[in-house]
C-alpha cells in the first residue's frame, strides 16, 4: 500500500504538471504530447526520432523513427523537421479511421529547437487544417532545457516550475531516442561500406 500511495503521488505530480504545462502555454492541458528531434552524425545520416507523452508519462510503444530523405548533403535541421512533420501528419489522414498509432493526433507537438523550427513547422500543420499548437524546447550550452520557444520568442520559466521540468525531462527523452537511432544508423552504414570494400 505504500507503493500506491507513492504512484497516487506521483501520478498527482504528473497531472498537475500537464495542466501547469495548459495554463503556462495557453492552450488546453495536452493530455498527448508528442515531441520530435533531428540528429545527424555526419551529413549523410540524418534521423528523427518522435516520443510521445500520454498524461505526463512515456508512451514507449507510440516511438516512432524516421529517416530524413528529402535533406541531402549538408544537414538543414529546418527542412529536416518539415520533412518529417509532413509525413507523420500525413500519416493521420491515412490511418485516422484506425484511430490507433498515426491515426491519433497529438494535443501539442514539441520540437527540439528555438523558435527558428517552430516558424519553419507551423505553416504545415495550419496548411492542413490542422489547430495543434507546436513550440520549440531551446537548450543552453551545456545542454539544459533553457526555455520554451513560440514564433516571436521565448516564454518565461520561472514560475512554472512542475511545467517545466516535465518539458525538460520530455527534451531529454526525445533527445536520447533520437541519438540512439542515430548512432545505430551509423554505425550500420559504416559497417556496409567496410563490408563493400572487402
Not at 515531441?35 to 498524461?55: H, K, L, P, Q, R
Not at 545505430?184 to 561500406?193: C, F, G, I, Y
Amino acid at each position: 500500500s505504500q507503493d500506491r500511495e507513492r504512484l497516487k503521488r506521483e501520478e498527482g505530480r504528473t497531472i498537475g504538471a500537464v495542466k501547469e504545462i495548459g495554463g503556462w502555454l495557453g492552450i488546453e492541458p495536452p493530455e498527448r504530447i508528442e515531441a520530435y528531434d533531428i540528429s545527424n552524425i555526419g551529413s549523410e545520416t540524418i534521423v528523427a526520432g518522435m516520443v510521445v507523452f500520454e498524461g505526463g508519462r512515456p508512451l514507449k510503444g507510440a516511438y516512432r523513427k524516421f529517416s530524413v530523405r528529402s535533406v541531402v548533403g549538408k544537414p538543414d535541421d529546418y527542412a529536416s523537421m518539415r520533412e518529417v512533420i509532413t509525413r507523420r501528419l500525413e500519416r493521420y489522414s491515412q490511418h485516422k479511421e484506425e484511430g490507433v498509432g498515426f491515426g491519433h493526433l497529438p494535443d501539442l507537438i514539441l520540437l527540439d529547437g528555438g523558435k527558428g523550427h517552430v516558424a519553419a513547422v507551423k505553416p504545415i500543420v495550419r496548411q492542413m487544417g490542422l489547430a495543434i499548437p507546436v513550440f520549440g524546447m531551446a537548450k543552453d550550452d551545456r545542454h539544459r532545457t533553457r526555455t520554451i520557444a513560440t514564433e516571436d520568442g521565448e516564454l518565461s520559466v520561472s514560475s512554472f516550475r512542475a511545467a517545466f521540468d516535465l518539458l525538460t525531462s520530455i527534451q531529454d527523452e526525445v533527445h536520447r531516442f533520437s541519438i540512439t537511432y542515430s548512432r545505430q544508423k551509423h554505425q550500420s552504414r559504416a559497417l556496409d561500406s567496410v563490408l563493400r570494400s572487402v
